[in-house]
């Protein structure tokens, strides 16, 4: 038995103890997600156009980690259109970074390992650059975007006469509260999977200014800056939706009420 089967079991396990039914289902929802990505992939190399495959993987992936894991209701409903929009904004601010940077395609670093490829293999590399950031930044989004609509969904359940505003400024709050853990988990992630690039710049005797101006380092801080961009934005758009959601389904519940 692999160490990645005995880790995969042991996760299972764990899963079902702590979490029980639901701890199960998001066992699942992981290898959904790699299927996904895979189909994703498969998608590129086909020759779809890669905005489409990058719509079409966000908008699944949003759909099955908030739709399945936590039904349907206002509040995924609510967190799901604050990751949607944030999304879209984060792909034209990644696109304008990439452009301005030219930070997109193989650094020299890993041309020395790839130089016996060819590099003709027919993909924009800008819009491919584009599908990674958001790949590496929509889990953070998600579980951000339903932090913040949960407490405000029960928050108007315990004290319906908060109006939008108020509403409003309670998701900020509870925002405020866990943006810098979020944005140190983009953080530590990159940095993490890095880490042996740190090593090697310094075994190789790079200068800082060398370092702080190599492409490869470039392309992973950019990155790590992106995903405190997405995280950042999140946090009023998804209270801003949620906050207009749960009102107008309070308004419509109430005008039913009344009719009858």
């Known amino acids: 038995m692999s160490v990645i089967t005995i880790l995969g079991l042991l996760l299972l396990i764990l899963m079902m103890i702590f979490g029980g039914k639901k701890g199960l289902i998001s066992f699942f929802t992981l290898f959904l997600n790699f299927i996904i990505l895979i189909i994703s992939i498969l998608l590129i190399i086909f020759g779809i156009p890669i905005y489409l495959v990058t719509f079409f993987f966000f908008i699944v992936i949003a759909a099955i980690n908030l739709f399945v894991l936590n039904s349907y209701n206002v509040k995924t409903q609510a967190a799901f259109i604050g990751t949607i929009v944030t999304t879209l904004i984060l792909i034209l601010v990644i696109f304008f970074s990439i452009k301005l940077g030219h930070l997109q395609g193989f650094a020299t670093e890993q041309q020395d390992e790839t130089y016996v490829y060819s590099m003709?293999?027919?993909?924009?590399?800008?819009?491919?650059?584009?599908?990674?950031?958001?790949?590496?930044?929509?889990?953070?989004?998600?579980?951000?975007?339903?932090?913040?609509?949960?407490?405000?969904?029960?928050?108007?359940?315990?004290?319906?006469?908060?109006?939008?505003?108020?509403?409003?400024?309670?998701?900020?709050?509870?925002?405020?509260?866990?943006?810098?853990?979020?944005?140190?988990?983009?953080?530590?992630?990159?940095?993490?999977?890095?880490?042996?690039?740190?090593?090697?710049?310094?075994?190789?005797?790079?200068?800082?200014?060398?370092?702080?101006?190599?492409?490869?380092?470039?392309?992973?801080?950019?990155?790590?800056?992106?995903?405190?961009?997405?995280?950042?934005?999140?946090?009023?758009?998804?209270?801003?939706?949620?906050?207009f959601m749960i009102k107008r389904t309070n308004y419509k519940s109430s005008s039913t009420t009344q009719k009858h």
């Open 120 to 243: 003709n293999i027919g993909i924009d590399m800008v819009q491919f650059m584009v599908f990674t950031i958001v790949l590496a930044v929509i889990a953070a989004v998600i579980d951000l975007a339903i932090t913040i609509s949960s407490p405000m969904y029960e928050l108007n359940e315990t004290n319906p006469n908060l109006n939008q505003h108020q509403l409003f400024q309670s998701g900020m709050r509870v925002g405020r509260e866990i943006i810098a853990t979020s944005a140190n988990t983009i953080y530590l992630a990159y940095f993490g999977g890095q880490l042996t690039l740190f090593f090697w710049f310094f075994k190789l005797h790079y200068s800082f200014g060398h370092i702080i101006n190599s492409k490869i380092f470039t392309q992973e801080f950019v990155s790590i800056l992106l995903g405190g961009i997405a995280v950042a934005i999140s946090i009023p758009i998804t209270a801003w939706i949620t906050a």
